[in-house]
């Protein structure tokens, strides 16, 4: 992630789009899961949307880290918590919100495997091109060349404050740092919301 990355910030309005989406073309493949894996943290909203659009009354969850404030030491997406219940002779479907690298759904789709799931599919709501892991249903296709920073609403005040914290080590002020940015990443954040997000998120690793 580059240190003041162009950003897309998205709506609840988005990510009801993207379940409705996803909902519709697995019910349309006639492949409805037994279980949900919702590959966390940012799969966790996404997997308990189509839960609901589905009817699917078991989720559970398995926790991969990989960028952000929640990065590893290596860069690289690395499993940190196993599966939260049983998959052995389900058809599961694991959800996270995007395909960016790949790495961390690549990961997650094979450990479901190992755990002994009948059918292992896998859905995002966007998937990049340059992704090295091809979900098996995405709502939405961005081209390589139009990658942007995602910032979905249930992981906005942590993009925020660790966005907001860079800004604030240039900028020296807040009137600065929201230029920055407004000019850099494309957002336009209201101070106080920039004050809240770097004055209460955890403290940097």
């Given at each position: 992630m580059p240190d003041f990355p162009r950003c897309r910030r998205t709506s609840w309005s988005?990510?009801?789009?993207?379940?409705d989406h996803l909902a519709?073309?697995?019910?349309?493949?006639?492949?409805?899961?037994e279980t949900i894996v919702a590959l966390t943290r940012g799969g966790w909203v996404p997997a308990r949307l189509l839960a609901d659009r589905l009817g699917i009354k078991r989720l559970v969850s398995l926790r991969a880290q990989h960028w952000g404030v929640t990065a590893t030491p290596s860069g690289q997406a690395e499993l940190t918590e196993g599966l939260s219940g049983p998959v052995k002779g389900q058809d599961?479907?694991?959800?996270?919100?995007?395909?960016?690298t790949g790495q961390s759904l690549e990961l997650a789709t094979a450990h479901v495997t190992a755990a002994g799931a009948r059918r292992v599919e896998s859905a995002t709501c966007l998937h990049i091109t340059h992704s090295k892991f091809r979900p098996t249903y995405f709502a939405q296709e961005i081209p390589r060349d139009e990658w942007v920073w995602v910032?979905?609403?249930?992981?906005?005040?942590?993009?925020?404050?660790t966005l907001g914290r860079r800004a604030l080590d240039e900028?020296?002020?807040v009137d600065?740092?929201?230029?920055?940015?407004r000019e850099r990443c494309g957002l336009a954040v209201p101070p106080a919301e920039l004050r809240a997000a770097t004055d209460h998120a955890a403290p940097r690793p």
């Amino acid at each position: 992630m580059p240190d003041f990355p162009r950003c897309r910030r998205t709506s609840w309005s988005d990510a009801d789009a993207w379940a409705d989406h996803l909902a519709e073309n697995i019910r349309a493949a006639d492949r409805r899961p037994e279980t949900i894996v919702a590959l966390t943290r940012g799969g966790w909203v996404p997997a308990r949307l189509l839960a609901d659009r589905l009817g699917i009354k078991r989720l559970v969850s398995l926790r991969a880290q990989h960028w952000g404030v929640t990065a590893t030491p290596s860069g690289q997406a690395e499993l940190t918590e196993g599966l939260s219940g049983p998959v052995k002779g389900q058809d599961v479907l694991v959800v996270d919100d995007i395909t960016d690298t790949g790495q961390s759904l690549e990961l997650a789709t094979a450990h479901v495997t190992a755990a002994g799931a009948r059918r292992v599919e896998s859905a995002t709501c966007l998937h990049i091109t340059h992704s090295k892991f091809r979900p098996t249903y995405f709502a939405q296709e961005i081209p390589r060349d139009e990658w942007v920073w995602v910032i979905f609403p249930w992981n906005y005040w942590e993009d925020l404050a660790t966005l907001g914290r860079r800004a604030l080590d240039e900028a020296q002020s807040v009137d600065g740092a929201t230029a920055i940015l407004r000019e850099r990443c494309g957002l336009a954040v209201p101070p106080a919301e920039l004050r809240a997000a770097t004055d209460h998120a955890a403290p940097r690793p």
